[in-house]
């Protein structure tokens, strides 16, 4: 019998992206349009008959500086959300991935975080995930994987973003003094289908895993990229992140190593070069 894998979110820049790659399990895709996770009812009335081997936990609320004036908005989605999934399994022994990220660290270290690095997040957003990890840190089965700066198709993000500014404007201003990995949605949908086959194959010890493309750079650094690659020649003016005045503060430093994940999976994800290349030829330069 085929393994039955819920993923939330399913029509988010990484649940939508993630769910195809799932075709050999038997898979439920949910999101607000059909099951609301604040909506205890409506989780029951959608799972509450069916069991389920994994689930990937991709729903939240994202938007980064809105939380910071809905602080309840944010911690009902990313925590009391989280809590009414953990709790509509029926199944104890149920594989519970959980999507989390880089803002549960307040940016002061100088190197990489590891998955064992003291978290102390900046922003709403950043305190509201790491209150859906505490949670699911309590479960029999689990992983939390850490990830970074997210593109793909299935949503607007930073380099769709840049792109069309690009066309606009001579020159953009992007601040140049937060490091982080760009990660593509891609990439880490084929690293979460893979942690999936190794659990049923070989069994995974539950913790947090980091998971980014390779390389670190800073956003002006992937705005020249990204304009370059492009055929653009946008000027981008490098500015400090906090004339930006965005509501959120973020880290400055968003780097995580990904040794853990790749002794768990023999691999590191392609460069985010490789991966900002593979998105514009294929999803926005044609
Ligand atoms: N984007 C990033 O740069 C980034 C970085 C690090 C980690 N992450 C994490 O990665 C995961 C996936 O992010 P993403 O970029 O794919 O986010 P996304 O595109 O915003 O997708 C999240 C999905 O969750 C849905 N959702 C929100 N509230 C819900 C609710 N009450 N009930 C059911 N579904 C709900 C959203 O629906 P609506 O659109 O209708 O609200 C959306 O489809 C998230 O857990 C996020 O915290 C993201």
Known sequence: MHKKILVTGSRGMLG??????????????????????????????????????????????????????????????????????????????????????????DGNKKTAYTEEDIVNPLSIYGKSKLAGENLVAGLNKYIIIRTSWLFGPNGKNFISTVLRLAKEKETIEVAG????????????????????????????????????NTGFCSWAELARY???????????????????????????????????????SGYYLPTWQKAVQHYLKNYLLN
């Open 226 to 264: 990204i304009i370059k690659e492009a055929g653009f020649k946008t000027h981008v003016a490098e500015i400090k992140s906090k004339e930006l005045k965005r509501a959120a503060q973020r880290p400055k430093n968003s780097m995580l190593s990904k040794e853990k994940f790749k002794g768990l």
């Open 16 to 105: 939508a992206t993630l769910l195809p790659l799932l075709k050999n399990y038997d898979t439920l895709g949910i999101d607000k349009g059909n099951c609301d996770i604040t909506n205890k009812s409506s989780l029951a009335k959608t799972i509450g008959n069916l069991k389920f081997d994994v689930v990937v936990h991709c729903a939240a609320y994202t938007d980064v500086d809105g939380a910071e004036g809905k602080t309840g908005s944010a911690f009902l989605v990313n925590e009391e959300g989280t809590r009414n999934v953990i709790e509509s399994i029926n199944n104890k022994d149920c594989f519970f991935i959980y999507i989390s990220t880089d803002y549960v660290f």
């Open 177 to 212: 003094d937060q490091i982080g990995s760009p990660t593509y949605t891609l990439d880490l949908a084929k690293a979460i289908s893979d942690i999936i086959n190794i659990y049923f194959t070989k069994g995974i010890t539950s913790g947090i895993y980091n998971i980014t």
